[in-house]
Structure formats: structure tokens, C-alpha cells
């Protein structure tokens, strides 16, 4: 159902983004959105996209965290220790899920926060009485899924080759990635805020679509993951 969603929403950003091109076509530069990888600008009219090694990163983000997952085919949750080692905070906590829903946050990977929330997330993660957040990993003790933990360590390696996406202003855009399903929200949108909201659901599709390949091309995987699922309970993405 997710899948259906971003790809419904990310057709219709296609169509906007057609019509503030064709709209502003007389402009010299109507819009501009970038990170290290990747430029997009709007000239006569037409859009150019000039990618700085992105594809060649995006490459590696599939195959490094290919075969980590590969040496860890049997205790996924292993390569956490990858992003542990990076500096980042990773915690599996009883009734995480719960803890995070009052909060508007999912198990997985969570991005720094101030004020209340970054205190909130502190004192259910590390019990520290801070205002200010780090990047972390929270799982759910009693339902950790092997899915789960591949695909939110997929996003993070995305983010620590620093793949487009993961600003700030476009995260909390894309968790309500729902509300783009009515064309009035997107017409609110600007050109850049379209093209980043792109990016970000580019890499939400590639840690999906990592995750189901995945499972298909490792030989015997069907009963690898069906072993990892009995020991972890099971759930899906």
C-alpha cells in the first residue's frame, strides 16, 4: 500500500513540476535545488538535472550494504554495528513502537530533533535530560523484524554517502507523504520543494525495492529469512 502511494504522489509531482516549468518557461532560473550530488535549475523552460556522482553512490549504498547483509544473513541486526561505529545511537526498546506513536515517529531511523520531542526521544532511548537529539536507530525489542532493521540501515548508509533527501525541511514534508495525494497541496509547492520531496522518495523506494531484492537473490533466502522471522517474531515493512 505504501509502494502505491509514493508511486501515485510521485507521478503527480512529475505533472507539477511539468507545469511550473512550462508556466515560468520565459524565466531565466526559476527554481534551484541541490546538495553535493545533484543540481536542478529551470532554464527557458526546461529542467536540467546535473548529477555529481549520484549515481555512482547510489551503487554503492546497493552493494555495500549487500554484502553486509550477506555476512550477516542470519543476525541482520549485525550491521548496525556499522552505523554504531559512525557514531550513531541505536537502541531496542520494549514497547518502542508505542513510546514513539505520541510523537509522530516510527521504529527505525530518526533523525536529530530540538525541544521537547529531542527530550522525549532522550529519556526513552538514553535517559539523558537533554533538549537536543543525535541521529539514532530505535527498535522495538518485542517485534524487531529483520526487514525493518535492513531497510532503515539502507536509508541511514543513503544518508551517510550523503544521497539527496534528507534535509530537515523535506523530512517533515515526506512524513505526511499522504497529504500529497490531493493536487491542491502539491500546487502549494515550490519547484525546489518538489524536486527535493523526489529525491526523498527515491531513496525511500530504493531501500523497498533493496529489501524485496534482497531476499530474492540470495540463494535460499526464502528459508534464511523465514528462520530469521521465527526468531524475531516476524512483521513486514
Known amino acids: 500500500m505504501k509502494n502505491f502511494i509514493i508511486n501515485l504522489i510521485n507521478t503527480i509531482f512529475n505533472v507539477q ?37 549520484l549515481e555512482k553512490n547510489r551503487k554503492k549504498v546497493e552493494n555495500d550494504v549487500e554484502n553486509l547483509a550477506k555476512e550477516n544473513i542470519y543476525h541482520i541486526e549485525n550491521i548496525l554495528n556499522f552505523a554504531i561505529e559512525k557514531g550513531v545511537e541505536c537502541y531496542f526498546i520494549s514497547n518502542a513502537e508505542k513510546l514513539l506513536k505520541p510523537i509522530n515517529e516510527e521504529c527505525g531511523l530518526i533523525f536529530p530533533e530540538k525541544g521537547i ?81 523526489k529525491q526523498a522518495i527515491a531513496r525511500d523506494r530504493e531501500a523497498m525495492e533493496f529489501v524485496v531484492n534482497f531476499m530474492k537473490k540470495i540463494e535460499g533466502s526464502k528459508n534464511a529469512f523465514s528462520g530469521m522471522i521465527t526468531k524475531d517474531n516476524g512483521a513486514s515493512l
Open 117 to 197: 520531542k529531542a527530550l522525549y526521544l532522550n529519556l526513552i532511548s538514553n535517559g539523558s535530560f537533554s533538549f537536543n537529539s543525535d541521529l539514532k536507530f530505535i527498535f522495538d525489542k518485542n517485534s524487531n523484524s529483520p526487514y525493518t532493521i535492513l531497510y532503515n540501515f539502507y536509508k541511514w548508509y543513503s544518508l551517510y554517502l550523503n544521497l539527496p533527501g534528507f534535509d530537515k525541511e523535506t523530512l517533515s514534508k515526506f512524513k505526511h507523504i499522504e497529504d500529497f495525494e490531493q493536487p491542491q497541496n502539491v500546487e502549494k509547492l515550490t519547484y525546489k520543494e518538489i524536486m527535493d520531496l
Open 17 to 53: 513540476e511539468k507545469f511550473l516549468s512550462s508556466k515560468y518557461k520565459n524565466s531565466n532560473i526559476l527554481g534551484y535545488s541541490d546538495n553535493s550530488m545533484i543540481k536542478n535549475h529551470i532554464a527557458q523552460g526546461a529542467t536540467l538535472t546535473l548529477s555529481v556522482n
